[in-house]
């Protein structure tokens, strides 16, 4: 079945860019979706299709997606930025939805 | 706007089933799919399953094959998710959420904790 990698942790200073990355084979070939999700609540879409935002995620929240991997960018970090964030994909392979291994962001 | 109000947290026993409940509204709920996702206690996102409200084809999660069931009533707009033969491994939060046009889940119910324990 098809494995998406993410780094357990990402530590940033306030105000500074949060780069998260979400790697599996050939990602750039998929629409690549993105969830934050803060303690006790339930996950909220930051990102879809690869770089599209919701309406209502500000315009720090970004996404891009080429070859193997995929990344989700926070500029100008904020202490409410502070959460879970999973990247997820549809298998056509394995006609199943995937989601990513989940990366902590902390604001130091 | 859109909602998706899931039932109430449930306890059972090893071996019992359980039915969770997603009331949908602030949309046609026919037009939508529903997935459904789980979250062990300190854990990942699982993908569980996926239902067509439109035509109420189903979709497993090859793991769940045959102890999940997934439903839909379109005159009260509501999902189903059934799981049977409860393990102390399905402790979990369980999410419905609706799947939008590029297979995207953008918009989450508040999640059902399940607790199998004897």
């Known amino acids: 079945s098809y494995v998406l990698t993410q780094p357990p942790s990402v530590s940033v200073a306030p105000g500074k860019t949060a780069r998260i990355t979400c790697g599996g084979n050939?990602?750039?070939?998929?629409?690549v979706h993105w969830y934050q999700q803060k303690p006790g609540q339930a996950p909220v879409l930051v990102i879809y299709y690869d770089s599209d935002r919701p309406s209502g995620i500000p315009e720090r929240f970004s996404g891009s997606n080429s070859g193997n991997t995929a990344t989700l960018t926070i500029s100008r970090v904020e202490a409410g930025d502070e959460a879970d964030y999973y990247c997820q994909v549809w298998d056509s392979s394995s006609d199943s939805y995937v989601f990513g291994t989940g990366t902590k962001v902390t604001v130091l | 706007q859109v909602q998706l109000v899931q039932s109430g947290a449930e306890v059972k026993k090893p071996g019992a089933s359980v039915k969770v409940s997603c009331k949908a509204s602030g949309y046609t709920f026919t037009s939508y799919g529903i997935s459904w996702v789980r979250q062990a206690p300190g854990q990942g996102l699982e993908w569980m399953g996926w239902?067509?409200?439109?035509?109420?084809?189903?979709n497993y999660a090859q793991k769940l094959q045959g102890r999940v069931t997934m439903t839909t009533d379109t005159s009260t707009s509501t999902a189903y998710m059934e799981l049977r033969s409860l393990r102390s491994d399905d402790t979990a939060v369980y999410y419905c959420?609706?799947?939008?046009?590029?297979?995207?889940?953008?918009?989450w119910g508040q999640g059902t904790l399940v607790t199998v324990s004897s």
């Open positions: 959420a609706r799947v939008s046009s590029h297979l995207q889940f953008d918009y």
């Open positions: 239902i067509s409200a439109y035509n109420g084809n189903t």
């Open positions: 050939n990602i750039g070939s998929k629409s």
